[in-house]
């Protein structure tokens, strides 16, 4: 009998372990599909519609769609055609997985100019790295807590629709599987976020009450929006002392860990008196970004891509 139960002990104790053994892990982002795996990896996806010209800054959709499905990405659809270094750092990795994109344009002309663009202290290098840091550093557990930012500059149902054509079709799956998964798609709106989410709703498919929202301006003059806009901005941001970056962290307890900003935002965030206007961004991400932005993402420590 004594025998019996040591056996039985024993076998309790060899099940108990190859079923520890047996238990399926939590998924790891290499079983994800790519874009899912870029998800997974704890980014910040950030759409920015440019204000200054929405209709004309929005870039090639084959360019965009190929973005999506990059595993190491960044989403940013309006960047001054397609000159910023990143997306060209961004193209050459899809040409490496793709060599048919060298003879299609815009591709072609953009890889002959960047030739010899890899050098030991180019910032995008470090960029990369920054961004392969961050992802490493995350868990199966956090895999949920991923934030989708949405900013909405000078919102029209034009610009949503061009949103639409840019998302379509890998971005609209995009969408669903963030909202499949309880990500929170937050907009930063210079108009009634209350008027953002049917458009949204209609033009993207995003559910209204998936959809956060901060008034960064509460309201404008369309017909001086050049004069106005910038200031109230401002105002704003220096009235609450906060920046778009601390604004997500207070509203969600985690910065993004990218954030790109347009230059009319850059124009605004400059103007601001406060001193950590800027605070908790790991990347600054502007084109023709002006000296004293320079001079002050050095002294905070940012890695500023120009």
């Given at each position: 009998m004594k025998n019996l139960y040591s056996l039985s002990i024993?076998?309790?104790?060899?099940?108990?372990?190859?079923?520890?053994?047996?238990?399926?892990?939590?998924?790891?982002p290499a079983a994800l599909p790519s874009w899912e795996n870029a998800l997974a990896k704890n980014t910040v996806i950030s759409f920015v519609s440019q204000a200054t010209n929405p209709g004309k800054t929005m870039i090639d959709a084959d360019?965009?769609?190929?973005?999506?499905?990059?595993?190491?990405?960044?989403?940013?659809?309006?960047?001054n055609d397609l000159k910023n270094e990143f997306l060209r750092f961004t193209l050459n990795k899809m040409v490496e997985k793709d060599?048919?994109?060298?003879?299609?344009?815009?591709?072609?002309?953009?890889?002959?100019?960047?030739?010899?663009?890899?050098?030991?202290?180019?910032?995008?290098?470090?960029?990369?790295?920054?961004?392969?840091?961050?992802?490493?550093?995350?868990?199966?557990?956090?895999?949920?807590k991923m934030l989708g930012i949405f900013y909405v500059s000078y919102l029209s149902e034009k610009n949503?629709?061009?949103?639409?054509?840019?998302?379509?079709?890998?971005?609209?799956?995009?969408?669903?599987?963030?909202?499949?998964?309880?990500?929170?798609?937050?907009?930063?709106?210079?108009?009634?976020?209350?008027?953002?989410?049917p458009l949204l709703q209609r033009y993207l498919n995003i559910a209204p009450e998936n959809v956060l929202g901060e008034n960064i301006i509460y309201s404008f003059d369309s017909e001086k929006i050049e004069l106005n806009r910038t200031m109230k901005i401002t105002d704003n941001l220096a009235k609450n002392k906060e920046s778009l970056a601390s604004l997500v962290y207070r509203k969600f307890g985690r910065k993004p860990l990218i954030n790109v900003i347009s230059n009319e935002i850059n124009r605004s965030l400059l103007q601001v008196t406060h001193q950590n206007s800027l605070q908790g961004l790991d990347l600054i991400f502007i084109n023709n970004p002006s000296t004293d932005l320079i001079e002050r993402s050095k002294q905070n420590g940012w890695l500023f891509v120009n």
């Open positions: 024993t076998l309790l104790i060899v099940l108990t372990i190859s079923s520890c053994r047996t238990n399926k892990p939590l998924p790891s360019f965009r769609t190929a973005l999506i499905e990059f595993d190491s990405f960044i989403f940013s659809p309006t960047t060599s048919n994109l060298i003879d299609k344009t815009p591709y072609k002309e953009i890889i002959n100019r960047d030739k010899g663009f890899f050098t030991e202290d180019n910032p995008i290098e470090r960029y990369s790295y920054l961004i392969n840091a961050h992802w490493n550093e995350s868990t199966p557990e956090e895999y949920n949503l629709k061009n949103m639409r054509a840019l998302l379509n079709p890998k971005g609209i799956d995009l969408i669903n599987y963030l909202q499949r998964n309880n990500f929170t798609i937050y907009i930063y709106a210079d108009c009634n976020v209350d008027l953002v989410r």
